[in-house]
Every structure is written in C-alpha cells, then in structure tokens.
C-alpha cells in the first residue's frame, strides 16, 4: 500500500466529506415526511435500483455465483451491505432519537480511532505507525473542539445510555465496513456498489415494514430530500467509498469522518442560518492538521 494516497483520493475524499455532511441536513428534512427507519430503507433502496439501472445500461454485470472468486465478492458485499448501510443507518436514526445530535456528530468522527487498530491486523500496507497515531489523535481533538463538551450532555431521555451505544456501534460498523471494502477481491467497482447496495435494501426493507409499516409517499421538499439522500449520499458516495477504499486504503479512507462535523456545521449556517461557532477554525485547523500529518507521505533515504 502506497502511503501517499494522491491528488485523485484526496478530491474524493472531500467530495465525500462535503456529500455526508450535507446528508444530516436533508434527513431532518426527510423526517417531515418518513420515520427515520423509513428514510434509511428508502436511501439505500433508491440508491441499489439507481445503481443497478446505470450498470444494465452500461452493461455491466453483477458479480457471479457461478465461480469462487464471484461467490466471495457477493460475500463482501453482504458485509458491506450489512455494516456500512443497513445497520448503522438504523444504529444512528434509533440512536439520535434519544441523543443530542452533537453525540453522534463525534460518534462519527470514532470511526478512525476503529479503523486504525483493525487495519493494522487486517489490511497489510496499513501498518499503525506513530506518526498516524498522532495524526489522528490530533484530528480527533479538533472534532471535540468543533462540537463541545455540550455534545455529551444529558437529553433527559429514558433510553440515552443505549442510544448512545447504539451511536458508537454504529461508527464501529463504518470502520468494519470500510474493511471489508478493501479485502474484497478485485471486481468492477460499479458493479460491487451496485451488490452492496443491494444486499442492504434486501436486509433493511423488512425491518422498516415491520418497525414502522407501509409508509405513504411523502411530498414537497421531504420527497426531494429523500431523492437526494437514496441518490447522492448513498449511490454515488457507495460507488466513490468504494474507489477510494480499495486504492488508498480504511485508514485514509475513514478520515472523511473528520471533515463530516465541519462540513454539516457549514451547510447548517449557509442553508439553515444557523450561528457559526466561534470554534470552528480553530477546529478546522486541528482537523486538516492531523490529516496530513497522519497521511504525509515517508521519505525514506536512499541505501
């Protein structure tokens, strides 16, 4: 694994943080319309039949169940499907139910501090060296600056304790699933974004029937929401998950949860008119700080 990820990851990279950080808008908006269990179903639901319509256009074919190697992607991609779509979804919208937002904002910003242990056993190449360690450590810091010591106080709620559980299960889910995305053997990327997303509507659809029933379509602005969230946040940030995962790596890959608390703040103050924080660069400064320090690239002298 190359320690220097390049130009082209790096741009994924935060496309995907400005992507996800916009998505906690436009739930709060969906929620006008669907339960959040209904919202999380939907996504990833709109998101496989989008992917799976680009990829039978294209022709491009699923992975086969005819071969070995087919049937360990498929495998993959139920763990994929299963780990970072339908079950952190519901993780997170059952969890910020009881907890304030601002808890789940730094659940996420966790999901390095998983991913950097299980890569170090799991992916070769991802190695914990100190100068990652610090990297991220740094980085985390500046995500509790953003967000505050408030983020951890009480919401008074009966089920906060295993809300907030269910917060970091969910971040621990992120990091399992951007494992599993890098030892996945070689295969379209289309192609395995579009099985992903598939075996997690698979799984999700009947969960939020039974938890929450048939629900009616929503309109206005909560129908556009929904729309935004199954094709843009969930379709096309799959299928850019999945390329910067397998190039450069979990650890690279799940530092985009740093800039998620930035970017959402940014988005709250230009869409919604919400107060900046007066934190906030002192926040971004820590966080792009400890990026590149945890990716710089080694010089190594020459023998």
């Known amino acids: 694994m190359n320690d ?3 130009a082209s990851n790096w741009i994924k990279l935060i496309i995907l943080g400005l992507i996800w950080g916009s998505s906690f808008m436009a739930v709060t908006i969906a929620l006008e319309g669907l339960g959040p269990v209904s919202i999380a179903a939907a996504r990833i639901t709109l998101g496989a039949v989008a992917l799976l ?3 039978s256009v294209i022709g491009i074919r699923l992975p086969s169940l005819q071969d070995r190697v ?3 992607v498929w495998l993959c991609a139920l763990g994929m499907g299963f780990f970072s779509n339908a079950l952190p979804f519901s993780l997170l919208s059952w969890g910020q139910t009881y907890v304030a937002s601002g808890f789940a904002g730094v659940c996420m910003a966790v999901v390095p501090l998983f991913v950097l242990p299980l890569a170090h056993f799991m992916v070769p190449g991802e190695r914990m060296t100190l100068r990652r360690t610090l990297g991220f450590t740094i980085g985390f810091g500046g995500v509790l600056t ?3 010591l408030k983020a951890f106080a009480s919401a008074g709620s009966d089920f906060e304790s295993l809300a907030r559980l269910a917060c970091l299960a969910a971040a621990l889910c992120y990091a399992i699933g951007s494992i ?3 030892l996945c053997p070689s295969v379209n990327m289309l ?3 579009a099985a992903a997303l598939s075996c997690g509507a698979v799984m999700i659809v009947p969960t939020a029937l039974w938890q929450e029933g048939l629900p009616s379509l929503p309109e206005g602005r909560s129908l556009m929401a929904v729309l935004y969230l199954g094709l843009v946040p969930t379709a096309l940030a799959q299928v850019m998950l999945v390329q910067v995962a397998r190039s450069a790596g979990p650890s690279f890959l799940s530092t985009v949860n740093y800039q998620v608390p930035v970017w959402s703040v940014f988005f709250g103050a230009l869409l919604l008119n919400e ?3 007066p934190q906030l660069f002192a926040a971004l400064v820590l966080i ?3 990026l590149l320090l945890s990716r710089a690239p080694v010089h190594r002298q020459r023998p």
Request: proline content about 8%; overall charge positive.
């Open 4 to 6: 220097s990820p390049g």
């Open 53 to 55: 319509i680009i990829i």
């Open 70 to 72: 087919g049937r360990q």
């Open 146 to 148: 953003l967000i505050g």
């Open 180 to 182: 599993i995305t890098r």
């Open 191 to 193: 192609s395995l974004s």
């Open 275 to 277: 107060t900046l924080p």
């Open 288 to 290: 792009l700080g400890g």
